[in-house]
């Protein structure tokens, strides 16, 4: 079955300086999706990247995808303390007919903490 | 921006109870979904529902659970008889048609409380 994992599992580092989470999965994709959860809150979605993209940026944000190695990693430029979250990937699973109804599968994340 | 929004935002049944948790997704969506996320764990998904009938439905979702879409707006999920493992956050998703590349829009979750 599919599965994002993420590492690390906690990232603690200063305001200014960059955060990179990892994740793998084990089966062929149409996508990969990052989320961001704050504390008690719902997910929101921060990058979707299609499985023949590479690259993609969005503000301070920049995830890779490497098929050939099942992973993907998210990286955040000059963090903030309002960055600090639990950050997932996920993949939804295409049914049998090869279309998709999009069940995601998460990983158990990674919690970053930016201080002050 | 669109979003969608779940009620209540923390609900506290008895255990054996039953207990709606409801949803109102993104207008235009047409994919809808609902996940759990017992304290400490993975978001794990639960059902996911498309043309008014559920698509996908996973383990954890048995016989005490059941989903309804009673109009155009809202979207239900109905655990009959509750019991203690059933604490956890509750999120419901909704996503576009526009192919299968689209993200999933998620609400701030409810959290039920079984006692």
């Known amino acids: 079955s599919q599965q994002g994992e993420e590492d690390p599992q906690a990232l603690s580092i200063q305001e200014g300086e960059n955060a990179t989470m990892n994740c793998s999965y084990k089966?062929?994709?149409?996508?990969l999706q990052w989320y961001r959860q704050n504390s008690g809150r719902g997910l929101v979605h921060l990058i979707l990247?299609?499985?023949?993209?590479r690259e993609k940026h969005s503000g301070r944000l920049r995830v890779t995808l490497d098929t050939s190695k099942k992973s993907s990693s998210l990286l955040i430029t000059a963090s903030r303390a309002a960055d600090t979250a639990s950050y997932f990937c996920?993949?939804?699973?295409?049914?049998?007919?090869?279309?998709?109804?999009?069940?995601?599968?998460f990983g158990q994340g990674t919690i970053l903490t930016v201080h002050p | 921006e669109p979003e969608v929004t779940q009620t209540p935002s923390h609900q506290v049944t008895q255990m054996g109870q039953e207990v709606i948790l409801r949803c109102v997704p993104i207008?235009?969506?047409?994919?809808f979904y609902w996940y759990r996320q017992i304290l400490g764990q993975k978001v794990e998904f639960l059902v996911s529902?498309?043309?008014?009938?559920?698509?996908?439905k996973s383990e954890i979702f048995d016989d005490q659970f059941s989903v309804e879409r009673p109009d155009g707006s809202n979207f239900t999920l109905k655990i009959r008889s509750t019991k203690l493992e059933d604490s956890a956050m509750y999120f419901c998703?909704?996503?576009?048609?526009?192919?299968?590349?689209?993200?999933?829009?998620f609400g701030d979750g409810t959290r039920l409380s079984i006692l």
């Open positions: 529902f498309y043309n008014n009938e559920i698509s996908e």
């Open positions: 990247i299609r499985s023949n993209e």
């Open positions: 998703a909704s996503r576009g048609i526009q192919g299968s590349n689209q993200p999933q829009h």
């Open positions: 089966t062929s994709i149409n996508n």
């Open positions: 996920a993949t939804p699973k295409p049914n049998a007919g090869g279309t998709s109804y999009g069940k995601l599968t």
């Open positions: 207008s235009n969506h047409l994919y």
